[in-house]
C-alpha cells in the first residue's frame, strides 16, 4: 500500500478529506506534520459525526479527527499488532517509528485474512410500486431494470462485495418472479433464503417471520435504493458505538418560495427571503442489533419508524449514519429516469 495517498493535514478541507477516504482501500486518511509525524486518524464516521454537527464539506478536519489513534511499533511483531488491534477494537493500525513518525498502516481484516462476514442481510422486497404503474403492473418493483440488471441484483452484488453474503429476501407483491430469478443464491456468489408476507407487516413487522433470529448485528434495507454505501463502515460504526440500532439519514433541503417573516407581539423582528431549509431524512437502511426482537409484535403491521420511537422511549441507544454517498430511492417514474442515467457512472459498469 502507497502511504502517500492517505496522507492530509490539519487544514484539510472535509470535501478533500472525503476523496482521500473513498480512494483508499481501507476508508481511512492519516493526519501528517510537516514532518511526517503522525498527528492522528481520519475516518469516514469522524466525518459523519462532523455532518451531524453541521460542519460544511468546506470546513477544516481540525477539530474533527481522532488525536489519540492506537499505533503500533515497526519493531512490533503481528501477532502483538492482532492482539493490540482486538484489544483497542480497531480495524486499521498506523505504523510509527521510535520518533513517531509514519512508517505503515495495517489492517486487521488482512493480517487476520478475514473476507466473508456472517452477519445477514435482510432486504425488503415486498412492496407494490404502485407510484411505478405500469412498470410494476407485470413485475416486482426491485426487478426492475436499472443499467443493465435489476435493482436488486445491484443491491446483492454491493453487499457481497463488502463480504455479506447470508441475505434473507421478504417477499410479498409477485413473489414467485424474484425466487425464480435468484434461487438459493448460488449463481450470485451468495446464499439466499426467503420469507413472505401473507399479509402486510411493515418493514419491522416482518423481522417477525425469520425462521431463525440473528444473534449478531444484522442489515435491513428496503430493495428498491440505488447506493454506493461503504456497508462494512456503516457496521463498524453501529458496533463501535454499542447501538441497539442505527439508521442511515440522509440529509434534505428545500427552499421556501416566499419571505420567512418572523413576529414577536405583533411586531416584525425580522425578514428572510426565502430560506433554505435542512432536514435529516430516513434513508431506509439500517443495522439492527438482535435484542431489538423483544419489541417486535408476531404478524402484526409495524414499521421501522415505530420501531425506533420505540427503542428511543425505552432510552435505547439510537444512532444516525449521515450517508454522503450516492443515494436515490425509486419510488416514482422521475427516480427510475434518473437512476437510469446515472446508473453507469456511479457503478462503472
Not at 4 to 24: H, P, R, Y
Not at 163 to 188: C, H, M, P, Q
Not at 271 to 286: D, L, Q, S
Request: aromatic letters at 10%; hydrophobic letters at 40%; proline letters at 4%.
Amino acid at each position: 500500500m502507497n502511504i502517500n495517498t492517505l496522507l492530509i493535514t490539519e487544514n484539510t478541507k472535509i470535501k478533500e478529506a472525503l476523496k482521500v477516504i473513498d480512494k483508499g482501500a481501507i476508508r481511512i486518511a492519516l493526519v501528517v506534520d510537516e514532518n511526517n509525524k503522525l498527528l492522528g486518524t481520519l475516518s469516514d464516521g469522524d466525518i459523519r459525526r462532523g455532518l451531524l454537527k453541521n460542519y460544511t464539506l468546506d470546513d477544516s478536519i481540525k477539530d474533527l479527527y481522532f488525536k489519540n489513534p492506537t499505533v503500533a511499533s515497526n519493531s512490533e511483531s503481528k501477532e502483538k499488532i492482532i492482539q493490540k488491534a482486538i484489544k483497542n477494537q480497531v480495524y486499521q493500525i498506523p505504523i510509527v517509528d521510535e520518533n513517531n513518525c509514519l512508517v505503515d498502516i495495517v489492517n486487521l481484516a488482512t493480517l487476520l485474512n478475514v473476507s466473508k462476514k456472517r452477519n445477514r442481510v435482510i432486504l425488503m422486497a415486498g412492496g407494490l410500486g404502485t407510484r411505478l404503474r405500469p412498470l410494476t403492473e407485470d413485475l416486482p418493483k426491485p426487478m426492475l431494470k436499472v443499467g443493465n440488471k435489476p435493482i436488486l441484483e445491484t443491491i446483492i452484488k454491493n453487499f457481497a462485495s463488502h463480504g455479506f453474503v447470508n441475505i434473507t429476501i421478504s417477499l410479498n407483491y409477485k413473489a414467485e418472479i424474484i425466487r425464480e430469478y435468484f434461487k438459493d443464491g448460488s449463481d450470485f456468489g451468495v446464499n439466499i433464503d426467503y420469507v413472505e408476507e401473507n399479509t402486510r407487516l411493515g418493514t419491522a413487522g416482518a423481522l417477525s417471520l425469520l425462521k431463525e433470529q440473528p444473534n449478531e448485528p444484522f442489515f435491513v434495507m428496503n430493495a428498491d435504493l440505488l447506493t454506493d454505501v461503504n456497508f462494512s463502515n456503516l457496521l463498524d460504526f453501529h458496533c463501535f458505538g454499542n447501538a441497539n440500532a442505527t439508521m442511515c439519514v440522509r440529509e434534505y433541503e428545500y427552499q421556501v418560495p416566499y419571505g420567512v417573516i418572523e413576529i414577536e407581539n405583533s411586531s416584525i423582528v425580522s425578514i428572510v427571503e426565502k430560506p433554505i431549509k435542512k432536514f435529516f431524512v430516513n434513508a431506509g437502511i439500517y443495522v439492527l442489533s438482535p435484542n431489538i426482537f423483544e419489541f417486535i409484535p408476531k404478524n402484526e403491521f409495524f414499521d421501522m419508524p415505530t420501531l425506533f420511537n420505540i427503542l428511543i422511549e425505552k432510552q435505547k441507544k439510537v444512532l444516525s449514519f449521515p450517508i454522503h454517498e450516492y443515494w436515490l430511492d425509486i419510488g416514482r417514474m422521475s427516480d427510475f429516469e434518473q437512476a437510469q442515467s446515472e446508473y453507469f457512472r456511479i457503478f462503472n459498469e
